[in-house]
């Protein structure tokens, strides 16, 4: 199963931006489409963007269209979250997460195997 390590996130003010990183702990990260996740206090863990095993497809929550973009580096077994114009409502813990079925699947929780400890995320107002 493969270990996922998440970072990046930060204090931040409303416009601000900060960029997440997760790193893979073997090389099979390639096979796998990668998705993010954030969870605010009270609130159930929600689907934030995926990207596709090669990098070639995303998709994004509503409301974070056209403020966030996810990347990949497969030659460095990590995924990225930059996320710009940030807004008080995004404050949340962050996870990315790993889905080794076809990225169409990779909305719903139960579709991840794995998971990253979470990075803190706070946008002040």
């Known amino acids: 199963q493969v270990q996922l390590v998440d970072s990046g996130g930060g204090l931040v003010q409303a416009g601000g931006s900060l960029r997440l990183s997760c790193t893979a702990s073997e090389h099979t990260f390639s096979t796998y489409a990668m998705g993010w996740f954030r969870q605010a206090p009270g609130k159930e863990r929600e689907f934030v963007a995926r990207i596709s095993s090669n990098g070639g497809n995303t998709y994004y929550t509503d409301s974070v269209k056209g403020r966030f973009t996810i990347a990949r580096d497969n030659a460095k077994n990590t995924v990225y979250l930059q996320m710009n114009s940030l807004k008080p409502e995004d404050t949340a813990v962050y996870y990315c997460?790993?889905?080794?079925?076809?990225?169409?699947?990779?909305?719903?929780?139960?579709?991840?195997?794995?998971w990253g400890q979470g990075t803190q995320v706070t946008v002040s107002s």
């Open positions: 997460a790993a889905c080794p079925r076809p990225a169409y699947y990779c909305t719903m929780r139960s579709s991840y195997s794995a």
